[in-house]
């Protein structure tokens, strides 16, 4: 085996992938590890698959020496390993830590006396110290004595064109003070600020204390655009006056529902862990997520009764879905609530099209959903078009100019009769 690396990161994904390209920028010795043959080989050949690195970002890792494979022998070659790898959802509402054991079980295998153990992975607070060290220390070293163990959540935003690996803050808890100390020097070789916290829980429950901020408050304004709709109240207006407001006042805005890798996921590991471990529910999350995966139904019911006011059943109708990735200007569907809308229109009737710059191609249910290309043609032979995301690639003026009916769902458009907004 050749000689050790600054960091082998595990999971060439979101999160990964711009850690590895940021360290690498700054001299570290960095290699990827995935298990997608797709991905390693895409990496090696200078291809990126994610929105916020382009391929010439990939081509630059590997001049610089980076690359990607799937041999976890390379663990052992390892000064730093951190695990990036997805925790999706289970049936039951749990973190899936399936991929992070599996992670896990491969350094293990490959740990060496020294090593400093990093998860990003998102999840529930006692994670790192219940289920990850056991592993870790099944060999017999012994995590803040042999080796460093500690937890780092991610925060990448993709599609921010402020904030991204660099300039986020890190936070980071060690096992012991040592082992945060350890990860604390990791990551200031490439990041501009590190904040510690007491421990690996804390950490933990960081990350998951912001999206559950995020993920209430846009429940909140979800609710709010549903009866100020019946109440004749415009909602944005309301916003914009409450935003000037120096204090006290963070705006959130309604829209079709949530989506991503973070908000929709991330206040359920916490909810869940609150039952399991304390036996009564986090309600706060719990209604979040109620009002919010009630959007994409509540947007159907709005389509259709925007419809029934030129005469026309939402079955047969045609609807043009403009942008299905969960935020814009990326290409992530991860989530999107475009998915469920369209399966709700699907099952009544309704016959869909989706123009989206990103997406070539849009699946729900195992039905293909057309892509048009010609979008401004399209949108005249429209029932309704429906603005999902909006994507700075569109001409909102142009479009709801050409469309016979306008929803639009993010407040972004001009006052038109033929316009409506959430």
Not at 19 to 28: F, K
Request: hydrophobic fraction near 40%; aromatic fraction near 6%; proline fraction near 7%.
């Amino acid at each position: 085996m050749d000689s050790s690396v600054d960091a082998v990161i595990i999971g060439m994904g979101y999160v990964g992938l711009p850690l590895a390209r940021e360290a690498s920028a700054a001299g570290l010795s960095v290699i990827g590890l995935d298990v997608h043959p797709e991905v390693v080989d895409g990496l090696n050949h200078g291809r990126s698959h994610v929105d916020d690195l382009a391929d010439a970002d990939v081509g630059e890792m590997l001049g610089r020496g980076f690359f990607a494979t799937a041999d976890t022998t390379h663990l052992r070659r390892a000064r730093t390993i951190v695990i990036c790898v997805p925790t999706p959802l289970s049936c039951d509402g749990a973190p899936d830590l399936g991929p992070v054991r599996v992670a896990v079980a491969s350094v293990a295998e490959h740990l060496q006396p020294g090593s400093l153990v990093i998860l990003e992975s998102t999840t529930y607070p006692g994670t790192t110290d219940e289920e990850i060290r056991p592993i870790l220390e099944s060999g017999g070293m012994t995590a803040g004595k042999d080796f460093y163990l500690a937890f780092s959540p991610e925060r990448i935003d993709p599609g921010n064109p402020n904030f991204g690996p660099k300039n986020t803050p890190k936070v980071v808890g060690g096992h012991t003070s040592v082992c945060t100390d350890t990860a604390e020097a990791f990551y200031s070789r490439f990041i501009d600020r590190v904040v510690r916290t007491k421990g690996t829980r804390e950490a933990e429950m960081a990350k998951l204390l912001e999206n559950t901020y995020r993920h209430i408050n846009i429940a909140l304004v979800n609710e709010v655009a549903r009866f100020c709709h019946d109440l004749d109240i415009d909602l944005w207006d309301v916003i914009a006056a409450a935003s000037t407001k120096p204090f006290g006042f963070q705006a959130f805005r309604p829209g079709p529902g949530v989506g991503g890798h973070c908000i929709p996921i991330d206040p359920n590991y916490l909810s869940h862990r609150v039952r399991a471990r304390l036996g009564y529910p986090f309600r706060f999350v719990e209604l979040a997520q109620e009002i919010n995966a009630a959007m994409p139904g509540y947007i159907a019911r709005r389509i259709q009764d925007q419809l029934n006011q030129d005469g026309k059943p939402l079955r047969g109708s045609l609807i043009m879905l403009l942008g299905v990735t969960y935020k814009p200007n990326i290409a992530d569907t991860r989530e999107s609530p475009a998915i469920p809308l369209a399966k709700n229109l699907l099952q009544q009737g309704a016959k869909l099209r989706f123009h989206d710059p990103l997406v070539k191609q849009f699946s729900v249910s195992g039905h293909d959903v057309p892509r048009v290309d010609d979008v401004d043609q399209s949108l005249a032979a429209a029932d309704i078009c429906v603005l999902l995301q909006n994507h700075q690639h569109y001409d909102l003026d142009a479009m709801t100019a050409a469309s016979q009916r306008f929803f639009d769902t993010r407040g972004v458009t001009r006052p038109a009769p033929n316009v409506q907004l959430l």
